[in-house]
Every structure is written in C-alpha cells, then in structure tokens.
C-alpha cells in the first residue's frame, strides 16, 4: 500500500499564490497527479505528471496559472498555483497511479489517494 502525504494548503487572498507538495511512501516513480473538490461539486482533475516529469496534463480552467512538476526527490510531486481565484476553492487531493504510459486525466484511473488538504481562496 502507498500512502501519500499533502502539505502547503492554506487560506490566501485572490490573486496569491500557494504551493501543494505531495510525497509517497515508496522507493518505486509513480505516475502522479492533483484533484480538487468544492463544496457540493464532484472531484475534478487539476493536473497530472508523468514518471519522468517530462509529460504534465493540466485542466482548462487552471493552465497558465498552475505548473505541475516533479522535483529531484523520487516520488513527490509540486502544484505550484499562481493569480489564484475564489473559484479554486476546496479539498486538494494528491493520487497516485501504478506505473503506465498514460497521463491519466480520470479519478478513477489511480489506485492511492492522500487525505486532502484545504485551500481557501478569498476574494
């Protein structure tokens, strides 16, 4: 089992920026990504990256102003979240998939999941 860990969330005002960090519990690269999910909205893809960092996939609503990458510590992944809005409000989630070619976009596509942790964006 691979237990990841979130860090970073926290309350700002729009137009800030925070910085998630995630990092998985085991010595194998993992494909990795970040979701999100508002009050009363279902979970939704942010951003995805690939085992060598090479290859990121980033939702509509956030290119431009998020960046997805792995630093040089195996298994962790950075959400970097610039000019934030209110409407980035909720739970972010870090996930993880066993090894694959894809760069999964889906919830469903990934095998672990962290706790979440909470970032508020107030306008």
């Known amino acids: 089992q691979v237990r990841l860990v979130e860090s970073g969330g926290g309350l700002v005002q729009a137009g800030d920026s925070l910085r998630l960090s995630c990092a998985a519990s085991?010595?194998?690269?993992?494909?990795m990504g970040w979701f999100r999910q508002a009050p009363g909205k279902e979970r939704e893809f942010v951003g995805a990256v690939d085992r060598s960092g090479l290859v990121t996939n980033l939702a509509d609503s956030v290119k431009g102003r998020f960046t997805i990458s792995r630093p040089n510590v195996r298994n962790m992944v950075l959400l970097q979240m610039n000019s934030l809005k209110p409407e980035d409000t909720g739970v972010y989630y870090c996930?993880?998939?066993?090894?694959?070619?894809?760069?999964?976009?889906?919830?469903?596509?990934?095998?672990?999941w962290g706790q979440g942790t909470q970032v508020t964006v107030s306008s």
């Open positions: 085991t010595f194998r690269t993992l494909p």
């Open positions: 996930a993880a998939r066993e090894p694959s070619t894809i760069v999964a976009t889906q919830a469903r596509e990934y095998d672990y």
